[in-house]
C-alpha cells in the first residue's frame, strides 16, 4: 500500500483518506508507548530485589554520575531520574537484547519515533554500544535479564 502525502499534511492512502496529521500520529505512538511503559514498570515492580538494586547503585549509578546525566535527569527536571533504580529499569527492559533497547536506543541516539529528532536531546552519550556507559548498561541488562 502506498501512502502520499497531501497538501494539508495528512496521508491519503488507497483506501481513502486518513484524518489524522503527522502530529495526531505521533500522538498515539507517544501515548500506546507510555502505556506500554506503565506496564512493563508494574511488571517489573513485583520482581525487584534487592540484589538487583544493589547492582544498580554500584555499577550503574556511578556510569551515569560521569557523564554528567544528572545534569538534567535529576528531581522532577526531567524524566527518568536516572538515579532512581525503578524508574531506568523499564528503559532497559523495553526492547529485545542487552544490545537493543530503549536505554542504549537514547544513549547512542540510535533511533526515534520521528527521524528528525534526536533520541536523547542531552546528546550521545555512547560513540557505540560497547563504550561507557553503554557497556555497563549492557552488563546490567544481563544481571536483570539473563537469570
Same mark, same amino acid.
Given at each position: 500500500?502506498?501512502?502520499?502525502?497531501?497538501?494539508?499534511?495528512?496521508?491519503?492512502?488507497?483506501?481513502?483518506?486518513?484524518?489524522?496529521?503527522?502530529?495526531?500520529?505521533?500522538?498515539?505512538?507517544?501515548?500506546?508507548?507510555?502505556? &506500554?511503559? *506503565?506496564?512493563?514498570?508494574? %511488571? !517489573?515492580?513485583?520482581?525487584?530485589?534487592? /540484589?538487583?538494586?544493589?547492582?544498580?547503585?554500584?555499577?550503574?549509578?556511578?556510569?551515569?554520575?560521569?557523564?554528567?546525566?544528572?545534569?538534567?535527569?535529576?528531581?522532577?527536571?526531567?524524566?527518568?531520574?536516572?538515579?532512581?533504580?525503578?524508574?531506568?529499569?523499564?528503559?532497559?527492559?523495553? &526492547?529485545? *537484547?542487552?544490545?537493543?533497547? %530503549? !536505554?542504549?536506543?537514547?544513549?547512542?541516539? /540510535?533511533?526515534?519515533?520521528?527521524?528528525?529528532?534526536?533520541?536523547?536531546?542531552?546528546?550521545?552519550?555512547?560513540?557505540?554500544?560497547?563504550?561507557?556507559?553503554?557497556?555497563?548498561?549492557?552488563?546490567?541488562?544481563?544481571?536483570?535479564?539473563?537469570?
Amino acid at each position: 500500500m502506498h501512502n502520499k502525502k497531501t497538501s494539508n499534511n495528512k496521508n491519503t492512502s488507497a483506501f481513502g483518506t486518513d484524518h489524522m496529521t503527522k502530529k495526531e500520529d505521533f500522538k498515539i505512538k507517544a501515548s500506546s508507548a507510555l502505556i &506500554g511503559l *506503565a506496564t512493563i514498570f508494574l %511488571v !517489573l515492580s513485583s520482581n525487584i530485589s534487592q /540484589a538487583d538494586e544493589a547492582y544498580f547503585n554500584a555499577n550503574v549509578v556511578p556510569q551515569l554520575a560521569q557523564h554528567t546525566c544528572a545534569t538534567c535527569h535529576v528531581g522532577q527536571y526531567i524524566r527518568p531520574r536516572v538515579f532512581e533504580y525503578r524508574e531506568l529499569l523499564p528503559y532497559l527492559a523495553m &526492547g529485545t *537484547a542487552r544490545d537493543n533497547n %530503549v !536505554l542504549i536506543a537514547k544513549m547512542t541516539n /540510535a533511533r526515534h519515533l520521528l527521524p528528525d529528532v534526536a533520541s536523547h536531546p542531552g546528546g550521545q552519550k555512547c560513540s557505540s554500544k560497547d563504550v561507557e556507559p553503554c557497556a555497563t548498561f549492557m552488563k546490567w541488562w544481563d544481571e536483570e535479564f539473563k537469570k
